[in-house]
């Protein structure tokens, strides 16, 4: 059977490519990896006999999606007419007796019942839980055929599943790819994985008005401009803290090892079921306004007799803690314990002051060994009200080590270059 193809050319490589199990394409708008994901998979399931599974997160929106632009393909190769396009239940057959299914994640129960697949096509996997990924790695074990699993997605936020999974989880060490050696090399193969990058240029049928309008992204939506424009990854949203950084843990010990004892500083935040207990030890740099964060302990459902156990090194040092006033009682409790503590101040609108005052500091360094510090801080965003405004003392998570680190530096104040400007004039 002879196909009408017609791919764009940083695509053609990929459409015949089955050499991996994982194949990972992200990219930005109008880019057209989705269509050629369809052509790969109509292509293969034309020339072997196989069932093939296409996943979204919600089932609802595949035959919008998905299903019409499989259809779409099949027009424009020539093969519309070679198979059948049935909506109830919705899947596509070939002539081979190949078939095409579709199913979406929120109802995980139907895809138990799967049985003989060998490619999954999970489209907008950033969309999709990472256990439901791991799900449908399960559901991928044909005996006699290979097994292929096609994730295609616009990038989000460096804190998707997708983004630590195929390139870099800071939290747990691991880096598997770093994505700017993917944008420089646009394909890449590496651990049985195939990743390719795109972008509204790679796809030569796009009219130009299209690209003007991203372009134009950049003066008035510089995130969504990194996401739809260049197809990248990075942060969703302004940042909150855009000065901090991580250390190796040996260089920041040396590094504040001469800090004088006054500026070193003991917070914490009280929590159990769903917030935690988190517990900071900080060391200020007065001279050059430079703030370190070099322990942490962080858990929760914790007793307070437990965590008293576990936290006993800061009775026996009788290094002061500052903590969070709102829970007299808990304070009292590791007073009578022989814990030295006691209440940061609060105050109507002190929210807003704790993050200006920690946004004075020129460098906010956090040793690698505190890793639920960095998971909180090094991509916190603020959150966005209905409206699109930032809302300027609330975030896109409930980051209590951040409340930590705010009662830890209570009564100490960064130098305002503001306040010093109007004194000098």
């Not at 090399?185 to 003007?212: A, G």
């Not at 801080?377 to 998570?397: A, H, P, R, S, V």
């Amino acid at each position: 059977m002879e196909l009408e193809l017609t791919p764009n050319d940083h695509f053609e490589d990929f459409i015949f490519d089955w050499d991996y199990k994982f194949y990972f394409l992200v990219g930005g708008y109008g880019s057209s990896k989705s269509y050629h994901v369809a052509t790969k998979l109509l292509i293969k399931l034309l020339q072997e006999k196989r069932l093939a599974l296409v996943v979204r997160e919600v089932y609802d929106t595949i035959r919008d999606s998905c299903y019409s632009l499989l259809e779409e393909v099949a027009i424009n190769i020539g093969i519309w007419d070679k198979l059948k396009f049935k909506t109830s239940p919705m899947q596509i057959i070939f002539p081979n007796g190949s078939k095409i299914i579709f199913k979406g994640m929120d109802n995980p129960a139907k895809l138990k019942s799967i049985n003989g697949v060998s490619i999954i096509w999970l489209e907008e996997c950033s969309e999709v839980k990472y256990t439901g990924y791991k799900e449908l790695l399960g559901r991928l074990r044909h005996m006699a055929s290979s097994n292929h699993i096609i994730c295609s997605t616009n990038p989000i936020g460096e804190d998707n599943w997708t983004f630590k999974h195929f390139f870099r989880d800071d939290e747990n060490n691991r880096l598997i790819l770093n994505d700017s050696e993917l944008y420089e090399n646009r394909i890449m193969k590496l651990n049985n994985t195939y990743y390719h990058h795109s972008t509204c240029e790679d796809n030569y049928f796009l009219p130009q008005s299209y690209i003007e309008e991203l372009d134009q992204m950049k003066e008035y939506d510089p995130d969504l401009y990194r996401v739809a424009r260049q197809g990248r990854f990075g942060v969703n949203g302004t940042k909150v803290l855009p000065q901090f950084e991580v250390m190796a843990y040996e260089e920041g010990i040396n590094k504040i090892a001469n800090i004088p004892k006054r500026f070193l500083r003991v917070g914490m935040d009280f929590g159990f079921e769903t917030s935690y207990n988190a517990i900071v030890r900080l060391a200020i740099d007065d001279k050059n306004k430079w703030l370190y964060i070099y322990y942490e302990y962080y858990k929760n459902k914790m007793t307070d007799d437990r965590t008293a156990k576990e936290i006993v090194e800061f009775k026996e040092s009788k290094e002061l803690i500052r903590a969070d006033s709102a829970e007299p009682k808990t304070i009292k409790y590791y007073q009578q314990e022989g814990f030295k503590m006691v209440g940061a101040k609060k105050f109507p609108g002190s929210r807003l002051a704790n993050i200006k005052k920690l946004k004075r500091f020129k460098r906010i360094i956090c040793l690698d060994n505190c890793k639920n510090t960095i998971k909180e801080l090094k991509n916190l965003t603020y959150k966005i009200d209905k409206q699109g405004n930032m809302i300027m003392d609330e975030f896109n998570i409930d980051p209590h080590t951040l409340s930590a680190i705010w009662y830890g530096l209570d009564g100490y104040e960064v130098s305002d270059l503001k306040a010093k400007k109007t004194l000098n004039r």
